[in-house]
């Protein structure tokens, strides 16, 4: 009986960190998360400013060319 209570407490510290250790891994994945998202903002940013760009020389080219 007592070998089963051993083996019993072995596996609670055994679930307990492995508890632990899935906190911290959670807790990493959800900076990383963090991090992706606000680059992805700031890249959908880049990349609208620059179609912007695009679009608004290709409707004024004509413009632009008589004038410079």
Known sequence: ?????????VLEAEVEDLKRD????LACI??????MTRYKGFLGG???LASGVG??????????AKHF
């Open 1 to 9: 009986m007592t070998e089963q209570v051993e083996r019993i407490a």
């Open 22 to 25: 899935q906190k911290e891994i």
């Open 30 to 35: 959800h900076s990383i998360r963090d991090e």
């Open 46 to 48: 880049v990349a609208f």
């Open 55 to 64: 679009v608004f020389l290709t409707i004024f080219k004509d413009w632009i």
